[in-house]
């Protein structure tokens, strides 16, 4: 199976915004974990103290679909 998205080799710039909201909203967190995105986050995570859960299965569209009912998120 493909990997579709591999953000911990990615450039980090993913989760600014994440990092801000946080910052605003949740300071603790970062306190107790990093920032999300960093080392120390990715450390966490592999680790098992960050929950987290994993879908496996196959992509089955990708692209914009008609808007039957004035959807926020169209997009895939």
Same mark, same amino acid.
């Given at each position: 199976?493909?990997? /579709?998205?591999?953000?911990?080799? &990615?450039? $980090?710039? =993913? @989760?600014?915004?994440?990092?801000?909201?946080?910052?605003?909203? =949740?300071? %603790?967190?970062?306190?107790?974990?990093? !920032?999300?995105?960093? %080392?120390? =986050?990715?450390?966490?995570?592999? &680790?098992?103290? /960050? @929950?987290?859960?994993?879908?496996?299965?196959?992509? &089955?569209?990708?692209?914009?679909?008609?808007?039957?009912? $004035? !959807?926020? =998120?169209?997009?895939?």
């Amino acid at each position: 199976m493909s990997i /579709i998205f591999d953000l911990k080799n &990615s450039e $980090n710039s =993913w @989760a600014d915004s994440v990092n801000e909201a946080l910052a605003n909203v =949740w300071p %603790e967190y970062i306190g107790k974990y990093g !920032e999300v995105g960093t %080392e120390k =986050w990715w450390k966490n995570y592999d &680790s098992g103290l /960050i @929950a987290y859960s994993k879908v496996l299965g196959i992509v &089955s569209f990708i692209g914009k679909r008609q808007d039957f009912l $004035n !959807e926020e =998120w169209d997009t895939v």
